[in-house]
């Protein structure tokens, strides 16, 4: 993955390091902004990259300065899930995830209530209760820290988890790293109770978003969206259970790519290959 200030060149200049290195190129895609001059690739490869160790220096050399250049590889990633009641996303990631839908396993399931403790047991997953009974806000909000740097996961999937998190929490992981799964079409319905405001707005579509955290609350770079039609036969209640499978879709999608390295944070947008 590359990304580096724009130039005249930049393919045949990485390609040309690959060509030297004996990595055959299997796929590419690239994309340049011209809102701000910025340069993206996605280049997947096929060689013996240990005989290749200068490689991404080697990329990083004929790029203009200040470029970032990663080598990922195709390993299985680490999820952390966070929830409170509600299962339908949580048990569509377990199952696509044990399929092998996902290249990912869930680690482990945090929750602040215990309801879905029984859910994880069936796939053999731990489930830690980090409850808000009894505690503060901040000490609650620790204690989940401190349960998410245990598991040492690679994302934390905020999977229907109905806790606003403290900019101390967001600021605690490196942007990209916590994911969220919104009921509704961003921009509209932030906050709580999306379907309530949908229904009460008359809407025809309603929808859902996956997007990265950031401190300003349902409005991180989004990742993936899509919507369904509803009618004035749907009340707020209806709304929401038809909006599990667009939810569910929404993220599959979202964590598809991600895992596959095909998002690139731009600001408070995404490129998505």
């Known amino acids: 993955m590359t990304e580096c200030d724009d130039a005249v060149g930049i393919i045949t200049k990485v390609t040309h390091v ?13 994309f340049a902004s011209t809102e701000d001059c910025r340069f993206f690739m996605r280049t997947v490869l096929d060689g013996d990259f240990a005989a290749s160790p200068s490689f991404v220096d ?16 195709g390993r299985r990633r680490r999820l952390m899930v966070l929830v409170t009641r509600e299962a339908h996303v949580l048990g569509d990631l377990l ?9 990912a396993e869930v680690a482990a399931v945090a929750g602040n209530h215990g309801d879905l403790s029984d ?6 997953v731990p489930f830690h ?3 808000c009974e ?13 349960c998410i740097d245990t598991v040492n996961a690679d994302y934390v999937v905020l999977a229907k988890y109905m806790r606003i998190l403290s900019p101390r929490m967001v600021a605690h992981y490196p942007l990209g790293r916590l994911i969220n799964i919104h009921h509704s ?3 509209a319905f932030m906050g709580a109770r999306p379907y309530e405001q949908a229904f009460h707005r008359g809407v025809k579509i309603i929808g859902a978003t996956a997007h990265f955290v950031t401190d300003n609350l349902d409005e991180g770079p989004i990742i993936e969206q899509d919507v369904i039609k509803v009618n004035h036969r749907y009340d707020a209640a209806t709304m929401a259970k ?28 995404t490129v998505v290959f």
């Open 242 to 269: 038809a909006g599990h499978d667009v939810e569910q879709m929404v993220l599959l999608r979202a964590m598809q790519r991600i895992l596959d390295d095909k998002v690139f944070i731009h600001g408070n947008k």
């Open 185 to 187: 079409f961003l921009p």
């Open 95 to 103: 199952i696509k995830c044990y399929s092998g839908a996902l290249n």
């Open 134 to 146: 009894g505690v503060s806000r901040d000490e609650q909000e620790r204690r989940m820290m401190e």
């Open 18 to 30: 690959c060509f030297e290195h004996r990595l055959n190129i299997v796929r590419q895609d690239q």
């Open 58 to 73: 080697d990329v990083r050399a004929v790029l203009p300065g200040g470029a970032r250049v990663t080598l990922k590889d």
């Open 119 to 124: 859910l994880c047991e069936r796939f053999g």
């Open 129 to 131: 209760l980090v409850s």
